[in-house]
């Protein structure tokens, strides 16, 4: 399965991580794994969903040559730009139109008929940018913190000064769920770029901030549904 990434253009670089596109090769399912994201997805013959935050994996198979495109917003900023409540969109996907009305049915229609997709779906977007506040300033300290393997999901709140309540509040309007989740999410994340880039399990486990490899693996089997090793196979 062909697959490019695209860097956002300045304007929408606060709220998207990246746009992307492929196309299916009917090989077997890609298992996609949270990332704490909300995405846009256009996929031929099927239209345009929000997909949001997922708290484990799940498989997508992409017949051969159906053309698939999206944008992948950052965690905690997915909400801001689209104007939902994260928490609503957890675990879920739902047809653009329903977040969006009449404007998301027209972009869904632009979709179908645009020879750059990844191109459309950045100008609605930014076109969107005048209107909307950014993202919450706080969850997004919050989450910058949590990409460090040494964060504290315990200490968190105080070091931003509020309560554990508020955070975890602001947390799941803005991304979905909760900060341990995401911590949790991440940490997977960071142990697994170490196992892809030549680490040995054990050292992976450390570099992504797990206590042991025992962890990772179960944390693995938690969120992704197999073993490290299996997944990396």
């Not at 917003?73 to 047809?95: C, E, H």
């Not at 697994?192 to 944390?219: I, P, V």
Request: net charge positive; glycine share 10%.
């Amino acid at each position: 399965m062909s697959y490019r990434e695209h860097a956002p253009p300045n304007v929408l670089a606060a709220w998207i991580a990246c746009a992307w596109e492929r196309r299916g090769d009917g090989g077997a399912p890609v298992r996609v794994l949270p990332d704490g994201c909300i995405d846009i997805v256009w996929t031929e013959g099927l239209g345009t969903q929000v997909v949001g935050a997922n708290t484990t994996a799940f498989l997508v198979s992409v017949p051969a040559g159906v053309r698939v495109a999206g944008v992948r917003m950052r965690p905690g900023a997915g909400a801001a730009l689209l104007g939902v409540d994260a928490a609503a969109l957890r675990d879920a996907r739902i047809p653009l139109q329903d977040v969006w009305d009449d404007d998301g049915r027209r972009l869904d229609e632009r979709l179908d008929h645009s020879e750059d997709r990844v191109r459309s779906l950045l100008g609605a977007l930014g076109a969107r940018v005048p209107q909307i506040a950014p993202p919450d300033p706080l969850v997004r300290a919050a989450v910058l913190r949590l990409q460090e393997p040494r964060a504290r999901v315990e200490a968190l709140a105080a070091e931003l000064e509020v309560s554990a309540r508020q955070l975890r509040r602001r947390f799941e309007t803005a991304v979905g769920y909760g900060p341990k989740r995401l911590a949790r999410v991440l940490r997977l994340a960071r142990a697994l770029g170490a196992a892809r880039a030549g680490e040995d399990l054990a050292r992976a486990a450390a570099a992504g901030g797990y206590a042991d490899q025992a962890h990772f693996a179960h944390d693995c089997r938690a969120l992704a549904g197999v073993s490290p090793s299996a997944l990396l196979r």
